[in-house]
């Protein structure tokens, strides 16, 4: 081993990882090593100029305190991982204004750490364990079936995800896990991460192969048609439509609000799934009346839902396929996160359907996490257009302007773009009179 607090430049260089394969130093001119200013520790300071013409500096410190293997070989202690385990290292890169750290690209490339403990907490149920109100960690460790060894770090864990409080050893839900990660409440939103959780965190690993290959990675990927399976089978289909609701019922919420519905009666949703589009819309409207179009199957989960809501006597279902059967006649026909899940051909064509049911002066809203039009900002509809690589053979997300463009093809005018929340937008289009 080699003790850095004791070594040349030559030694140290090779320890922290800076020489190339040949054994030359990677120091570039302007940057030296220093030898330690007291036995704790060990300076690199360095002025650079990178190919761009931007002077920055850098500088380490690693303390024998902070960092137990000083001493240790470069492979299992290389210059890297001492920025990782030393409290005071700090990398500096000072531009014309502030500096700059690799905070960000480690919280992203370690962000799967976080997303998995929270799915781990929603499968668990943790949160509606908890909804029910405080408990101790003994009481939570019984209650969720937690192994000893894991159970005090993984709810300490959700206390530094902000997801959970702790006050006197008890442990309680944060404001917002309460009113949308306890099943018991309506405002749920955890459906969609139970699918997530179960089906998309391991079909992401196979991210790389699906940018190499263009094909999708999830069920499909071993000739299964992840919708037939899925529709097929009553239990796992109520899931899903469920999760859909989770993740639509702010923008339904956001559409009644925000479109004027006063110049129309009737409207569809096509692709509606258990309902909420209908419901929220039309509880907001009492005016109106809707149907939510979905293929058969959809139907008993689709009336059950409208039933609870006490809204039966307002919205009907009707069972069709939007690729083989043509779409409701209604004033306005909404389809919510549909269009992404289809190539440009089949973009295309839905909205053409769509056309062709309107009557002279009808309206089209199709929302989806749409990009922004420089494809700079919106990374959740970006990251979505992801995960349709890995889910259907040729879907995509799209902009704004993309499928404006779509709507004037199919005969739409006056086409806008309006945020909803969060990532959500809508994109409407009006037949002429």
């Not at 442990?171 to 749920?188: C, M, Q, V």
């Amino acid at each position: 081993m080699t003790d850095f607090l004791h070594s040349g430049p030559a030694q140290i260089t090779a320890q922290l990882g800076v020489q190339d394969a040949s054994g030359r130093s990677r120091l570039r001119a302007g940057e030296s090593l220093h030898r330690p200013r007291s036995s704790a520790q060990l300076v690199i300071v360095g002025n650079s100029r990178s190919s761009q013409n931007d002077i920055f500096s850098w500088h380490s410190v690693a303390t024998r305190r902070d960092v137990p293997g000083l001493g240790m070989p470069s492979d299992r202690f290389g210059f890297g991982t001492i920025l990782e385990r030393q409290s005071t290292t700090r990398i500096t890169r000072r531009r014309a204004m502030g500096a700059m750290t690799p905070d960000n690209i480690m919280q992203l490339g370690m962000g799967f750490w976080a997303s998995k403990a929270m799915l781990s907490a929603v499968e668990l149920g943790v949160f509606t364990e908890l909804a029910a109100g405080p408990a101790n960690l003994p009481a939570l460790q019984a209650r969720l079936k937690l192994h000893p060894r894991s159970a005090r770090d993984f709810l300490d864990t959700l206390v530094a995800l902000k997801l959970l409080e702790r006050e006197d050893d008890h442990y309680r839900n944060a404001s917002d896990t309460d009113l949308f990660l306890d099943k018991a409440k309506p405002s749920y939103v955890g459906g969609i991460l139970e699918m997530a959780n179960a089906r998309l965190y391991g079909f992401w690993g196979s991210l790389t192969e699906a940018l190499r290959t263009g094909e999708l990675q999830n069920e499909g990927k071993h000739s299964e048609d992840f919708f037939a399976a899925i529709y097929a089978e009553p239990e796992r289909l109520r899931g899903f439509l469920n999760a859909m609701s989770g993740i639509s019922a702010g923008a339904a919420q956001a559409i009644a609000a925000k479109f004027d519905w006063s110049k129309y009666t009737t409207f569809a949703d096509v692709g509606a799934a258990q309902g909420m589009v209908p419901v929220v819309v039309t509880r907001t409207h009492p005016h109106l009346k809707a149907i939510g179009f979905d293929l058969p199957a959809v139907q008993p989960i689709f009336e059950e839902f409208v039933a609870q809501q006490g809204l039966a006597d307002r919205i009907r279902f009707q069972a069709g396929s939007f690729f083989d059967d043509p779409m409701p006649n209604a004033d306005v026909i909404v389809m919510g996160h549909i269009l992404h899940d289809w190539d440009l051909s089949e973009k295309k064509m839905l909205l053409k359907k769509a056309f062709a049911a309107l009557p002279k002066g009808g309206a089209v809203i199709a929302y989806d996490a749409v990009i922004d039009d420089e494809r700079r900002e919106n990374a959740f509809g970006l990251l979505m257009s992801l995960n349709m690589l890995i889910e259907t053979p040729g879907g995509f997300d799209y902009t704004g302007a993309d499928c404006q463009a779509w709507m004037h093809d199919a005969g739409f005018v006056s086409t806008h773009v309006e945020p909803l929340l969060g990532p959500d937008s809508m994109v409407i289009g009006f037949k002429p009179e």
